[in-house]
């Protein structure tokens, strides 16, 4: 069981690190692309990574995991198309601690689900959330920028996308579930993609952007949080990669798109303080067998 444990862990810190890492990658694939051509390079390359590795699950199991799938596929699509657009007008740690949020939201989420009251510790997390989201978003006006607003939009569509997971494996094999999700937003995006802008001519360096998101950050990524969710509950989870923004704002700070300034950090602990107080609770299921 500890085993399992620390095996949880892990695939869920592997998983934060490289998430955190893509904020940049697709901050400069943005000067080239368009989102949704972005997302849908992306889940098409993880899609077929992740079929030829799990195409024999997928044929036993597909009739099960069909309709969620789909569900699940259709919520990831619109997070990714949300955070892609809103990360085309705000900066990459910007970007990165906004969607951190649906830790909170998750908590939030599962407190409704299971008509249960938000603890103070909870009630003390999105207070001090909500504190660092105005140190970061604050221009001024009392008014969150476009971009900014389509990333809080985007962490509401992940957080469901993590309590969606969970009830889903109930039932589900969460090998079958990533391969219908990945096929769900590729084709997805591919239809929202203007015709005049299909096109391969792109230099190298934008292949081996769109390699790394849709083979590494996609293909793996995703396909190690589901897998740690076999024994992470949906907060646990959350909790984890609420460590996502800490990576991108590093990244970001370190590679220069933007500058170290006070009021960037302080949000920023605020806020990753804020997820991980609203994330506190039930975190391990006790539950036999491997995670893989």
């Known amino acids: 069981m500890q085993k399992n444990f620390w095996q949880a862990n892990l695939l869920l810190l592997i998983t934060a690190l490289i998430w955190g890492s893509t904020f940049i990658i697709v901050k400069e694939s943005l000067k080239t692309l368009h989102p949704m051509q972005i997302i849908a390079y992306r889940f098409t390359l993880a899609f077929f990574f992740i079929f030829l590795l ?28 949300t955070q892609t657009i809103g990360l085309k007008l705000t900066s990459p740690s910007s970007s990165a601690l906004i969607t951190g949020l649906n830790a909170l939201i998750v908590a939030l989420l599962e407190s409704l689900i299971n008509k249960k ?33 389509l990333t809080l939009v985007c962490a509401v569509f992940f957080a469901l996308h993590i309590v969606a997971t969970n009830k889903a494996l109930i039932n589900c094999d969460p090998r079958t579930l990533i391969v219908i999700q990945y096929a769900v937003v590729a084709l997805v995006c591919w239809c929202f993609v203007p015709t005049k802008l299909l096109s391969n001519n792109y230099e190298v360096k934008i292949w081996f952007s769109l390699l790394y998101l849709g083979l590494l950050a996609t293909g793996l990524a995703f396909l190690f949080q589901t897998l740690a969710q ?30 170290f300034t006070l009021k960037l950090i302080t949000g920023g602990v605020l806020m990753i303080v804020g997820m991980i107080l609203s994330s506190t609770g039930e975190s391990f299921k006790k539950l036999p067998g491997k995670i893989i």
């Open 54 to 81: 799990y195409h024999r699950a997928f044929f036993q199991n597909w009739r099960s995991s069909l309709l969620p799938g789909i569900g699940l596929g259709l919520i990831l699509a619109l997070g990714f198309t």
């Open 117 to 149: 009251k938000l603890s103070r510790s909870s009630l003390l997390g999105i207070l001090t959330a909500t504190i660092g989201l105005t140190f970061i978003t604050w221009s001024g006006q009392p008014r969150l920028e476009l971009g900014d607003l």
């Open 230 to 259: 076999r024994r992470a509950s949906p907060i646990h989870t959350a909790i984890i990669l609420a460590t996502e923004p800490a990576f991108a704002s590093i990244l970001s700070i370190g590679f220069g798109y933007e500058p």
